[in-house]
DNA sequence: GTGAATTACCTAACACTGTTAGCAAAATTA
DNA sequence: TAATTTTGCTAACAGTGTTAGGTAATTCAC
């Protein structure tokens, strides 16, 4: 039953054509400028059809949301997988989440953006359990190794994410500031580094 | 000329409804919710009359950022007036900050969420520049105190804000998170100390 | 090969947005 | 009282997400 099959593959091709064009849509003109009847339009294809592939428009961002997460987390990984030391592993995790949010303001303005409260992403997202628990390996190394039982790794995990996050909403957000890269690596990597000494204690 | 000024009351009081009848329905139902029609219909007024009184639809929120950085200011100088050492102040100040989102949402979403991408935030509303010296003050005497010239005061302001900032947004934004607010507290306390350890060397 | 069933796709609408042009009625001024 | 300004309205434009319903093409069973 080749036909099947075909019919399948065409299927997936319109989708993947409809993500194609909503992506560069994305890219050129912002979250805002997406619309269906755009993507209609770029595809040649009417409205309806692409209800035929996402049930909404939620759903085609949510699809971009996975990505994000999936491509952050790869990321993250790689980076960790450099280092032995559980200090010079936040560092670099830290290096690589930033990178990530500057080179693709796209993803990360959508993965948390207005789009979390509309759905709830870690049960949507399994990749965001993976994120939490590559950063949250190292905190519990440091914190062993220096026999603090007083808090938990959780609670560091969060101001770990919370540092890092509010440092790049920021700087993704407010377009008044003028300040250079350089010195947001500077604000980033002493940040960093307070984090990490106080874990130490 | 009684009946000029009796004009001018009047076109007050119709603004003044305006606002009022939008903060309500974003109390109630979001900032998404708000429509300049669903305005007209509270305030039984047409559409256009709303636009005698604001150029857009941005320009009202932009009212609301207005009044959540004169209230957000104001909250954070209440806080540090009560202490004399600057760490404390910056505590304090982290607290209020805290309490504000928390107790104020819808402002706090406002204030940092979309709009500061739309306009450029810092020219429209001073009270941002405010917000930036009563930080940095403390910041800048504890440097001071310990004799440290190795960093700038500016680099740890962006530091303090986006812990903080990151904290609040993530426990906004994520929904899904099943954290206690009094371990939330503790993060901010925990994240705070550190940041204060780090600047006093 | 022919008829039935399925699938693919489109047109057109609904119910909303923000925004504005143009007009009628009321109020103020001369 | 007549002219002018102000006030507020209706109705439209150009968008948005979403869906109901119908047509034409394709595939399947006989």
Known sequence: M??????LRQREEVRNLIL???????????????????IADAIEYSVPVIYD???NKEAILLEFGKQGF????KKLAQAKKKHDDPGAQLKAIADAYWQFAFNNKE??????GLN???????????ERGTFRRLVSEPIEKILNNHHRTDVNACMKYHTFWSIIHGLVSIKTLATGTEISDE?????LDDAMTGFIKNLER
Chains 1, 2 share one sequence.
């Open 116 to 126: 979390m409260q509309a759905c709830e992403t870690e049960k949507v997202i399994p």
């Open 53 to 55: 592939h996402f049930e």
């Open 107 to 112: 993803y990360y303005q959508l993965m948390f």
């Open 70 to 73: 999936g491509i952050l987390t």
């Open 20 to 38: 194609e064009t909503a992506w560069e849509m994305v890219r050129e003109e912002g979250w805002q400028a997406l619309s269906i009847r755009k």
């Open 183 to 187: 010195v947001n690596k500077m604000v």
């Open 2 to 7: 080749g036909i099947a099959e075909r019919k």
